[in-house]
């Protein structure tokens, strides 16, 4: 059994689908993400990875898109 984290990121800025669409194509293209879901109401990025990934790539990602980030916690599951 391998670990797993996720980390998940409250975004200032996602309206609709084609902003979430987006946010998962950034994220995706980050090495070790694994999966991505985004919750519109919550406005949250659900990340997988197998392994920690850095907080500042992934806040990087998503400022580039000229979104906020709000928050960012990284759980061990």
Do not use: P
Not at 53 to 68: F, M
Request: contains cysteine; aromatic residues 2%.
């Amino acid at each position: 059994m391998f670990n797993k984290e996720k980390t998940i990121i409250k975004i200032e800025g996602m309206k609709c689908q084609h902003c979430a669409s987006k946010v998962i194509n950034a994220l995706e293209n980050i090495e070790g993400v694994k999966k991505v879901k985004i919750d519109l109401d919550k406005k949250e990025a659900i990340i997988k990875s197998k392994e920690k990934l850095d907080i500042n790539i992934l806040k990087k990602a998503i400022t580039d898109l000229d979104y906020e980030v709000i928050s960012i916690v990284t759980n061990h599951e």
